[in-house]
């Protein structure tokens, strides 16, 4: 019996065995059905931007203030930047600025409940659009290059900073000199007629310096990014619209937007958790219009849209374009995040115009090519404010060398002219949209 039921056994495992044989066959020449492999998830994923800790402000008392000067003119200047506290510091400002307003309309401060140090920033801001008015640009014609009389503009702001830091409340007339340079340079490029992501940066430098002045606090970080902030990007505008600056390089922030970067940070950050406006969202004209003055991001959207002459997103700012298919604004925000170590603080044609003070110190080493380069008879690197990576110096105001780049000019006046001549608002399509 025993032996009769093992072979049973045997021959019901071998006629099982082939029938799965003959189902796994292939028929009329036909491979076997496999079913897909899950894919598995990637190895390194690209790693999220932490903030950094803020580091408490230093002794003041102890601080030899002096004025900002360029440090970074060379790759190895640039390493030693990026590896110093200095660099963690701007880090830990520029993201707690952005966490600051997560998830937060700009309605939702207000700006008589604010200190009065965020009063008297926002009268500054004020003050230097009423400049604006004082000093009308030049006729150039059909031009689109930068007006000259931006120069004149600059210079009556410059005559204007000591007395606007007078209420800030500084420790002292050399520390508010020092700060004040940081504002001044937050405006554009009085040679090159210019404005970029470096001089966006110098505005938020100059926050850092009240901060490390212990004049701004962290409890004034919701109103610096959603108050002083748009105030700031409002008045750059106006002086892009009045002045034709130059979009800084040949790319506009990298294709992201003409002059600015980080309103598109904090405006990520506002719109995390929103409950329906999603990335999609900034190809819808009624969103736009309603939420525009409540977002950064949005406004920044329909701001562009509005001041181009070819009409559609892809076409204009095919970056934003792309970014607009992201899952999630969480994506978005850590993508920004990664987008200005990389593209703002990791460039050495941005980095090259950083100032570095006492506030914001400079590392040793740095700058020895730049105490090389001002000895040189005849240089005017203070007035034209750039050194290239081959130590020359540009002489002539007007000029910018191959070596450096092309000028670009304002789309913002392409816009305006087309207005001038009769197109109103009408866009020009490219073809095949």
Sequence with gaps: MPSEALTSTLSTRAASTAADSTLSR????LPALVPPKRRTPPQNPLPVQETPPLSLPSNIDTTSFRKPSKRVVSPCDHRLFLKSPCYSLVLAFVFSLSEACANTKISAITLNTQPPIIQHIMTILSSISTQVERNPPIDQGASRFGNPAFRDFF????ACLSQYHEGLGGPSQE???EASSYLQHSLGSRARLDYGSGHELNFILWLLCLNRLSLLSPSTFPALTLLVFPRYIHLLRTIQSTYYLEPAGSHGVWGLDDYHFLPFLFGASQLLKHPYIRPLSVHNEIVLEEEGDEYIYLDMVRYTIATKSVKGLKWTQPMLDDISGAKNWEKIEQGMRRMFVREVLGKLPVMQHFLFGSLIPAVDGMGLEQQKVENVPGSEVESVGHIDLSNHVHRDEDAWGDCCG??????????????KQGEGEIFRRVPFD
Aim: net charge positive; hydrophobic share 45%; charged share 10%.
């Design 155 to 158: 210079d009556a702001v410059s």
């Design 406 to 419: 092309i000028k670009i000019p304002s789309t913002i006046a392409a816009a305006q002219q087309a207005k």
């Design 175 to 177: 520390a508010m000199q």
């Design 26 to 29: 292939p028929s009329n020449g």
